[in-house]
């Protein structure tokens, strides 16, 4: 048996030497040595430094399928207002802001030091990237290619480009707003989106590739310098052939990640224009300036040295927690969410409002997240199976209507007051217990139309009467369960509706005995798609609003519900087994010929069923279909990966969703091991961190 080979972050390594021409490009060494060396290395070769940034944002953003979009973009703002701060006082001292025009155009624009502009680039450029991506690459690049191109103009071409009048009124245009074509318009989309398609290409071509390109930039570059056309020199035609030779070269050699050389490569970054201030400071105080600030080298160096010393302590940093996508995990889709809250109100009568049912931890896409989102989008009532995950919800600040579906111990009395949880009354002699604590409750009287679960029969008036004189007892609501409205069989139909006529008979009957029922709802999510809108207050709608059906059975109405959870793991290590060697548990899997396996991070204790690779499971690598095999373990599955040429640890299994082409959706899966999604999904386990996006 032979195993991968060590693994080395390429990517992330090369961060350093990228930090590096950053640095030379703002202390130019070799300008003591030749002004065509110091032009060379500074405005060409270090050109590659920020596009290559860009690329592995977008490569790495693309890789987790951009799930951590959000909270990259957070991070990125935080960072920027550090930055801010940090030079707030060299700004001053240098009296560079001449107006609130000029602070605004640099906080969102240009940065507010000269280095800086990475950040609102970086910031907007993701936005852009994120929003052109769902168009597919084929739209996307042009587009982006095309932004490029404008931008060109304004920077390296500018001289060539503003002969023409229109054009240069044109540009002159843009400059008001921004110094700069180099930004996150026109510059940050390409090489972010570049990223984002990131393919390892074979190694001899990337390298060639690189080293052609880079001699097409160099003459590129010197040509137009020459020629004394450059209002900036950031930005080339060759440059993003050069990066992504480059990239496809490194991506090659890449296995893993290192957090610690990413966070020193940007501290570098942000600290070394300081480091530069600092130095030339202390030159003039110490009398050093003809050592320290006219000596090219020894400035570069020494700027060099008090930055990496400064940035150091992210080196030694001790990681705080492991990250969430490191091992298995449920992604959320709340734009998604967003959107299939969206669709079934449009489907619902004027007056009826949707309940979410967010119960078992909003069928596995977490409770808080999922409720919070749907507040935000205009929800107002909410479901839950028992009183812990209603007093879950208040403490998330989930504010309105939460009825809990299911009993409460009438012992729990002061907790439902407590919180202004709704309480559904399982019957009679629950609600008489819940009255006798003494304490006023809010209920929804269930009636029992047929299923048996819960609720007083809808029959028994006398029972229904009671429960409406009981004292203490407030009753908001009245509600029933449809519980074969999911089949399409004219005796199941029939039965539906026998249930929504003794539902609504006692509801009138009420109405006229001058008791008022409060909010009524019978539906819930199959009520929606095989019954037309219903004369009710509430839709109690839960597995619709995940995007998902509970199996492939057919609906009457098709509803454009998008998918909310995609779940994922990783690959762990990649072995090789011959012909006649067995692999996992029970010897259960044998190989028949040689067999590439890849261990996956993800196992039966995290809600997968066992059984799923002796029923055909499947996973998704790299968009391709990949079988599992051997016994499921508690935290581990084999999948055969043969098929893959490329495959290495680190790299993305999804389970449930997308990878490039290819989706497994959770019908498939639930399909697969003789189940429905709501099973499937709300039994994944706390194991898995949710990242939402
Ligand atoms: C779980 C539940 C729902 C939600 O059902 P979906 O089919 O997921 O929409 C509605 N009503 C009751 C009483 C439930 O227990």
Redesign the pocket.
Known sequence: MRTAKKTVPTLDLFRLAAVLLVVMNHTSPLADVSAMADFWLTRVLARVAVPFFLMTTGYFLSRNHWAGVGRQLKKLCLLYGVCILLYLPVNLYAGSFTGPADVLRKLLVDGTFYHLWYFPATILGIVIARWLSRLGHRVALPVAALLYLIGLGGDSYYGLVSQIPLLRTLYDGIFTLCGYTRNGLFFAPLFLLLGVAGRRWNQKLSLAGFFLSLAAMSAEGLWLHRMDVQRHDSMYLALPLCIVCLFSLLLGRNKGESRKVREFSTAVYVLHPLCIVLVRGAAKLLGLGEMLIENSVLHFIVVLALSALLSAPCLLRLQKKPSPTARAWREVDLAALGHNAQVLWNTLAPGTELMA?V?AEA?GHGGAVTARTLQRAGVRAF?V?CLAEGIALRKAGIRGTILI??YTSPEETPLLTRWHLTQTVADIDHGRALAARGRRVHVHLALDTGMHRLGILAENRKEILEAFRLPNLVVDGVFS?LYVSDSLEAEDVAYTQEQLTLFYDTVAWLRTAEYDPGKVHIQ???GLWNLPAQPCDYV?????LYGVR?DDAPVQRSLDLRPVLSLRARVASIRTVQAGESAGYGRVFQAEQETKLAVVTIGYADGLPRDLPQRGGQVLIQGRRCPMVGRMCMDQLLVDVSDLSEVAPGDTVTIIGRDGGQVIRAEELAACCGTIT?ELLSRLGMRLPIVSG
Do not use: E, Q
């Open positions: 049912v119960k069928y479901a199976a579906l299911a369960h819930s999510s199959y109690r709608a839960g597995i619709a509970s709501n």
